[in-house]
């Protein structure tokens, strides 16, 4: 079975950092991509960023409100994929998804993960 | 403000058909593939429609899609108190290198 699963979530305060890991199995990571998707409280889902894979040469893009603040990585032999996120803001507070955009079907995000919550506050 | 547009409320009595708008510009809709996303109440969001109207195995095809230059739809037949939900689009937008969302639309089955 596909599966992603998030972890590393929590209270943080404005300026700090957290990093979030996604843990993914019944696929091979290096195959694929790997997008955030994150989704603040009563709001709708916002794209994070997208992490390529191996024949893309690992690249990766991001939305303009993160970039230079959160950071994707991922770790093929350990089937997991990373958002660091640094100098969070309290508009960061949100529920982040690890999703996978599916190659086959032109990239749409076909599997999920359960979602981890980030609240960032004073 | 997202760059897809969707009407922020739909609503239909059960056995019609609802459909949803997704409006783009020339480099996302109107050059890349859109896929709809369904979520259910406390849920996490799934995948509804992908390639503009193609169902992933388990969709029923009471969903249906559609695109006509930069604009895209959902259609909704025969509608079922349990298709009460929140509905996406999304698009690659080749000039930001981004995936964009539409706002959402929040379905009600009066």
């Known amino acids: 079975e596909v599966q992603l699963v998030e972890s590393g979530g929590g209270l943080v305060q404005p300026g700090g950092s957290l990093r979030l890991s996604c843990a993914v199995s019944?696929?091979?990571?290096?195959?694929?991509?790997v997008d955030w998707v994150r989704q603040a409280p009563g709001k709708g889902l916002e794209w994070v960023g997208r992490?390529?894979?191996?024949?893309?040469?690992?690249?990766?893009d991001y939305a303009a409100s993160v970039k230079g603040r959160l950071t994707i990585s991922r770790d093929d032999s350990k089937n997991s994929l990373y958002l660091q996120m640094n100098s969070l803001k309290i508009e960061d507070t949100a529920i982040y998804y690890c999703?996978?955009?599916?190659?086959?079907?032109?990239?749409?995000?076909?599997?999920w993960g359960q979602g981890t919550t980030v609240t960032v506050s004073s | 403000q997202s760059v897809l547009t969707q009407p922020p409320s739909a609503s239909g009595a059960p056995g019609q058909t609802v459909t949803i708008s997704c409006s783009g510009g020339?480099?996302?809709?109107?050059?890349?593939?859109v896929s709809w996303y369904q979520q259910l109440p406390g849920a996490t969001p799934q995948l509804l429609l992908y390639?503009?109207?193609r169902r992933p195995s388990g969709v029923p095809d009471r969903f249906s899609g559609s695109k006509s230059g930069t604009s895209a739809s959902l259609a909704i037949s025969g509608l079922r108190s349990e298709d009460e939900a929140d509905y996406y689009c999304?698009?690659?937008?080749?000039?930001?290198?981004?995936?964009?969302f539409g706002g959402g639309t929040k379905l009600t089955v009066l």
């Open positions: 999703t996978r955009p599916n190659i086959v079907i032109s990239y749409a995000l076909d599997v």
């Open positions: 019944g696929f091979i990571l290096s195959d694929h991509y």
């Open positions: 992490s390529r894979n191996k024949d893309n040469s690992y690249t990766t």
């Open positions: 020339s480099s996302n809709i109107g050059s890349k593939s």
């Open positions: 390639n503009t109207d």
């Open positions: 999304a698009s690659w937008d080749a000039s930001l290198s981004n995936l964009l």
